[in-house]
């Protein structure tokens, strides 16, 4: 079974979160992201080069180096960060850019996939990174 969201984007979204706290005012070393993350260093080094691109956060080598968020964690919403690692959250092929579907004519589910796509679009762009903080996602019930 494939999954909508691959590891690339839940542990994008893990970062984001740990330079969040942990990032006041100054650089985290993605050492320091990936021991508290119990995330490979390695791994984490193919993710931020997406994230700097895309202007989410701020990266630095040297002494005195590291990670930042380049804006507020209000500013920022889950969808953002899954579509710089995910490219597509489509959760049907037949709906992501560039891939033809000779049956879309004639596909009686295609809207379903297409009202499925909006409602996971809408969602995640409501859920800020903030929230992902505080525990108070919208839309969750308290256990």
Known sequence: MGYIISTKGRYALR????????????????????????????????????????????GSHGKGGGYSLSRPPEDYTVGEILRVTEGSIAPVACLECGFICDRAESCNTLPLWRKLDEMITNYLNTVKLVDLLSGDIPGVGTA
Do not use: F, H, W
């Open 15 to 58: 970062v984001m979160i740990d330079l969040a706290r942990n990032g006041k005012g100054g650089k985290i070393p993605l050492k320091e992201i990936a021991e508290r993350q119990e995330i490979s260093l390695k791994y984490l080094e193919t993710i931020m080069p997406s994230l700097i691109k895309a202007n989410l956060v701020v």
